[in-house]
T-cell receptor, first 115, second 117 residues
Framework: GEDVEQSLFLSVREGDSSVINCTYT??????LYWYKQEPGAGLQLLTY?????DMKQDQRLTVLLNKKDKHLSLRIADTQTGDSAIYFC???????????????FGSGTQLTVLP | DTEVTQTPKHLVMGMTNKKSLKCEQH?????MYWYKQKAKKPPELMFV???????INESVPSRFSPECPNSSLLNLHLHALQPEDSALYLC????????????????FGSGTRLTVV
């Protein structure tokens, strides 16, 4: 699969905004995703963006996509302690056989929210 | 029902044991996946089933044997595992649409935490 890169760690104060960045390499990706993983849990889909969009907002979450630079970001407004988790960006790759699609994940960003 | 259910949640097995991980969904999804996740790392794809047929095997050792008995169930049979196989095993499912690309993000289960001793 293609490489998807993220910074490993981010710390913010409660109430501040968090911005998690991601770069991807597969220009044919049509959907890009953000997943959240709390300790000991599975992955929870937070939001996604279609590649012909520049921005998508969903309550406290804002996704920005710069397709030219292959850069994706997730902004969390008014960050709370419950937002502490690992955040993965992911791109959808076509699978050559059948119609299932493969998700390729970034390395994940550990977000720590300080009181 | 909008969940993927995995059992057991925790499993400890010896290197000579045979065990199975189970995954179930009732969302009508026709693609199901097994991922392996080591601590603090992203999930790595192991197997993909599309319409109950194995479509991708990402060079996984034969000590891992997947099975998809019907459109709602996915199993992972384990035999003669090594300690380095200890990890969180995640099952996921998604819709499958022919032709036109569309958003069909995955729904993940909460995983089985496997420890091989």
């Amino acid at each position: 699969g293609e490489d998807v890169e993220q910074s490993l760690f981010l710390s913010v104060r409660e109430g501040d905004s968090s911005v998690i960045n991601c770069t991807y390499t597969d220009s044919s990706s049509t959907y890009l995703y953000w997943y959240k993983q709390e300790p000991g849990a599975g992955l929870q889909l937070l939001t996604y963006i279609f590649s012909n969009m520049d921005m998508k907002q969903d309550q406290r979450l804002t996704v920005l996509l710069n397709k030219k630079d292959k850069h994706l970001s997730l902004r969390i407004a008014d960050t709370q302690t419950g937002d502490s988790a690992i955040y993965f960006c992911a791109e959808m790759d076509p699978i050559s056989s059948g119609s299932a699609r493969q998700l390729t994940f970034g390395s994940g960003t550990q977000l720590t929210v300080l009181p | 029902d909008t969940e993927v259910t995995q059992t057991p949640k925790h499993l400890v097995m010896g290197m000579t044991n045979k065990k199975s991980l189970k995954c179930e969904q009732h969302m009508g999804h026709r693609a199901m996946y097994w991922y392996k996740q080591k601590a603090k790392k992203p999930p790595e794809l192991m197997f993909v089933y599309s319409y109950e047929k194995l479509s991708i095997n990402e060079s996984v050792p034969s000590r891992f044997s997947p099975e998809c008995p019907n459109s709602s169930l996915l199993n992972l049979h384990l035999h003669a595992l090594q300690p380095e196989d200890s990890a969180l095993y995640l099952c996921a499912s998604s819709q499958v649409l022919e032709g036109v690309q569309a958003n069909y993000g995955y729904t993940f289960g909460s995983g089985t935490r496997l420890t091989v001793v």
